[in-house]
């Protein structure tokens, strides 16, 4: 990554912010998940994790209307093991396969 490139400050700031932190929770997306199987919905919470190549997953922790409402964990660039070692410890306190939260939105 070039030193002065937009990516490059944004990767730099990125690792600056993560200092410290084993990840980051944020919203996966705008919204609730669409009905059908033509989208997964708008990919905007994503896209700075793919211009990263850094690990981020989502989780689903409720349904609104019968459909997965999630969080997103983003991790540190290049600790993919850090990532899901954190993922599996939130998936058991979500508990989300053995009763699922409703949620109002």
Known sequence: ILNFSPIGLFY?????????????????????????????????????WTVLHTPALTLPVALHEGLPVGVQLVGRIDDDARLLAVAARAEAAFDFRSEPMPCRV
Do not use: E, Y
Not at 33 to 47: E, H, R, Y
């Open 12 to 48: 730099r700031a990125f690792a600056a912010v993560m200092d410290g932190l084993d990840v980051v929770m944020t919203l996966p997306a705008p919204g609730v998940a669409p009905a059908g199987l033509a989208s997964t919905g708008a990919p905007v919470f994503n896209t700075p």
